[in-house]
């Protein structure tokens, strides 16, 4: 794995070990073979998810070290941090830009000519963020995301 020691990768990896977890919950012998798929894609992001937001509560990070046993939080700026660094934010971008440009490209027949166009239109009015620069169509931005290439129409 190509990580670093820092906040954002111990998120991550914790993240991921919620989908082994899940993944490992339902692939078991003794469950049923018609029942060893997970429940859908969204419920797995938010299995992982959930297991990056245990990994942020104070408890946990004194436990493995990561702050010091005498370690006093301000719980209010832990919570507000929680809400707004992953969960929420990722609200839009999933269920905003990501859903609603796959429809567009998948159902709606969305030419290939537009994607860019349409992908930044969905950034600003789901996100509310501008491209950093012109972005034309000899771009595909969308391209650049791993659930478009690996998991077409995923959330």
């Known amino acids: 794995m190509s990580v670093e020691p ?3 990768w111990f998120t991550t990896a914790h ?11 339902y692939t078991r012998p003794e469950v049923p073979p018609l029942l060893r798929n997970g429940a859908n894609p969204a419920f ?4 992982g998810e959930l297991t990056a937001l245990a990994a942020a509560q104070v408890p946990y990070l004194k436990s493995v070290g990561v702050l010091p046993a005498d370690f006093k939080a301000d719980e209010t ?10 969960g929420i934010p990722f609200i839009y971008w999933s269920s905003g830009v990501m859903a609603h440009w796959e429809a567009d490209v998948y159902a709606k027949n969305l030419p290939a000519n537009e994607w860019n166009q349409r992908w930044w239109r969905y950034v600003g009015e789901f996100q509310g963020v501008e491209a950093p620069s012109e972005r034309g169509e000899e771009f595909c931005d969308p391209a650049t995301k ?3 290439n690996d998991n077409p129409a995923f959330y």
């Not at 993240?15 to 919950?25: P, S």
């Not at 797995?44 to 299995?47: G, L, M, N, T, Y």
């Open 15 to 25: 993240h991921e070990l919620g989908h082994v977890y899940y993944f490992t919950g």
């Open 6 to 8: 820092n906040p954002s």
């Open 44 to 47: 797995h992001e938010s299995f």
């Open 77 to 86: 700026a832990f919570l507000l941090n929680n809400a707004l660094s992953r």
């Open 146 to 148: 791993t659930r478009i």
